[in-house]
């Protein structure tokens, strides 16, 4: 229920996604230049995640591989991960993933430790490196995922030179500051 109004989950499970049906439904239309108010038995289009999710629960459809995870996408992660541009693949690369794979490619998750493997030390090694300037263009590539990773280490690097540079080390509590009443 937290996720429920949650814009990022929203925008993940828009995301499209190949399926097969594997049963004809009647009163559905799914392509609009078709006159049949009906969907074959192994039709493929493209569905919204959500849509496709619920329909592969009621073994009305098989989700395929999109293809922000297919081989060749697999095979450019794997020779440079840190150098791919995911955010034009899938803006939610990690989460969308995570959400596929138990559907259609128990590898997705293989894939998806392994990038995050790679990609975490180069964003991490940058939020604390690099100037604004080189950094912007360095942000297009990175999910949405990464983009919050990347400003979450900028903003503890931040903080963290603020206490160092000066500043009181230690605080006193306010309310060590108060006298007890006696108990009478």
Known sequence: MANYYDIDSILVEEEFVPVV?????????IDESTEKGYVEQGSKTQLPFWLAHELHMRQAVSIGVPACFNQKARLEIQADAACVDLRSRCPYFYEFGCKLAPLCDKSIGLLLAYAFRIRYKEVLHKAHTTAFAAASK???????????MYEAAQSSMAAFKKWRMGGPRLQRASILGRKRKLAE
Request: a positive charge; zero cysteines; aromatic letters at 16%.
């Open 138 to 148: 360095f942000l297009m590539l990175l999910t949405k995922e990464e983009t919050y």
């Open 21 to 29: 049906f594997q049963k004809a439904i009647n009163g559905v239309k």
